[in-house]
């Protein structure tokens, strides 16, 4: 009988501990990855320079790395990239960019 009081206040203190954890929320630092990356990656800054981003002109030091690369044009409705271009997703839009310059071949809005 006594055993039986044990496992039930172990088992009924370890769903305490979990409610406890669920409502914490997520750790810091966003959580678990993305689970599939092959829908490309967006990365939203806090302002919108692009907007004023014109052709031929170079795109900000920040906006090179992989995180702005969309390797999923398709998926997007993009036509391929030429060779030694990369398409960039910033803000929900599309920047066409020479990899060799970084300078602007070409700027698709995502939105009609």
């Known amino acids: 009988m006594n055993k039986r ?27 678990a990855p993305m689970a599939n ?18 052709k031929g ?19 997007h409705g993009l036509n391929a990239p030429p060779r030694g271009q990369k398409w960039l997703g910033v803000n929900g839009d599309y920047v066409l960019v020479s990899t060799r310059n970084w300078t602007i071949s070409n700027i698709v809005s995502g939105t009609p």
């Open 5 to 31: 009081i044990i496992v039930q206040l172990v088992a009924l203190s370890l769903s305490g501990i979990s409610l406890v954890a669920i409502a914490a929320g997520p750790p810091p630092g966003g959580g």
């Open 57 to 75: 002109q170079r795109i900000p030091t920040e906006y090179r790395t992989y995180n702005f690369i969309m390797d999923d044009w398709r998926g």
């Open 37 to 54: 990356s092959s829908m490309g990656r967006q990365q939203v800054m806090p302002t919108i320079p692009h907007r004023d981003w014109k």
